[in-house]
């Protein structure tokens, strides 16, 4: 399995490009429409979008892959965010994202299949409602739930901190290490966020 990451050229998440067999492509969280032009690039075809959450930056680019023929999934429970992402947009000031349907849906403890990838889902809710986390191999697509040292917000529409310490808290007791793929900022692994991390402890 190899994981490219498209990092945001402007306020937008990280979106990871997995592929197993170095043709076909899962966008994780396409938050701007050049993932498909950077996929080109790479040799690659996005068959499938996964979404972590619905937030206007997570979603940003998922209309025009749609377009091109992409499937797109998105968390069951965050289906009313994906809907009325444009108000996140306009609380923070940005312009409005492309709206879309999604194809599919999917909630903690599905298992999904596509291009020889597999992805657990793991309900991670405190960011959003529905957020989701995904295990594929060794990694941890974990959206906005855990960052490098952080975690995501818990102020907006759909936070609560509760939650989300007892999500982050989950995904420390998963057995083993992996790498940690977030929505915004580095890469880290989850042996190093059950001991330093600043906000929820292990």
Request: aromatic content about 10%; some cysteine.
């Amino acid at each position: 399995m190899n994981i490219h990451l498209i990092e945001p050229m402007g306020f937008a998440a990280n979106c990871y490009l997995v592929t197993e067999d170095g043709k076909h492509a899962v966008a994780v969280d396409p938050g701007e429409a050049r993932v498909l032009t950077r996929a080109q690039e790479l040799g690659l075809t996005i068959t499938h979008a996964l979404l972590t959450h619905g937030h206007f930056d997570h979603i940003g680019g998922c209309a025009a892959l749609q377009a091109a023929g992409v499937k797109i999934g998105c968390p069951k429970d965050d289906l009313f965010e994906v809907q009325y992402a444009n108000e996140g947009a306009r609380f923070f000031g940005m312009p409005p994202v492309p709206l879309f349907t999604p194809d599919f849906t999917y909630k903690g403890g599905d298992t999904l299949q596509f291009d020889g990838l597999t992805f657990r889902v793991i309900a991670t809710p405190g960011h959003t409602q529905g957020s989701v986390c995904f295990l594929s191999g060794d990694a941890l697509f974990a959206g906005d739930t855990l960052f490098q040292g952080s975690v995501g917000r818990w102020d907006l529409r759909g936070g609560d901190f509760r939650a989300l310490e007892k999500s982050v808290k989950a995904l420390y007791a998963l057995a083993g290490d992996y790498t940690v793929f977030p929505g915004h900022g580095d890469k880290t692994t989850l042996s190093f966020e059950r001991k330093y991390n600043g906000v929820i402890r292990c």
